[in-house]
């Protein structure tokens, strides 16, 4: 497995976001408002998943009053981090799309309060996306800068 490249990410982003602008700029008035739960909900994943990858980078050197870890179990987080980088992208391009929308009728009361809900939702997937990252790099064989090498 390599690891995963931020420019895909970012791509990933930026399309998903394009799309969802023309599809929310068609049909932005018979949407349902989009719930403000997504924020604490998407950043406790992202603690969840940035203190476990500096448990698993301390346990994998082998820190003192830690357990040693098992490689599949490595392995999983590792999967856990790719998987979590790639949804979570895909969502902050998702809520993306309804910022740009909303971004320009924000004198209306509703597209105002959805442009902080779904910016804030955003940013908490940014968020997640970077403690992902940190967690799929701390699964990384210590001294070797690119990772496991597929066979």
Do not use: N
Not at 24 to 38: D, E, F, H, Q
Not at 59 to 71: F, L, N, Q
Not at 126 to 150: N, Q
């Amino acid at each position: 497995m390599r690891p995963t490249r931020p420019a895909v990410l970012v791509a990933v982003l930026v399309v998903v976001a394009l799309v969802t602008w023309l599809i929310v700029s068609r049909s932005y008035s018979g949407l349902w408002l989009v719930p403000w739960t997504a924020i604490p909900t998407v950043l406790l994943l992202a603690v969840g998943e940035a203190y476990t990858g500096w448990m698993t980078r301390a346990r994998i050197a082998r820190r003192p009053d830690t357990k040693p870890v098992e490689p599949l179990a490595v392995a999983r987080l590792a999967a856990l981090g790719k998987a979590s980088a790639y949804g979570g992208a895909l969502f902050a391009g998702l809520f993306g799309g309804f910022v740009l929308h909303t971004a320009t009728q924000l004198e209306k009361e509703t597209p105002r309060s959805e442009f902080f809900v779904t910016g804030g939702s955003m940013l908490a997937c940014v968020v997640l996306v970077c403690a992902a990252l940190f967690l799929e790099h701390s699964c990384r064989i210590p001294g070797d800068p690119e990772g496991p090498r597929p066979e």
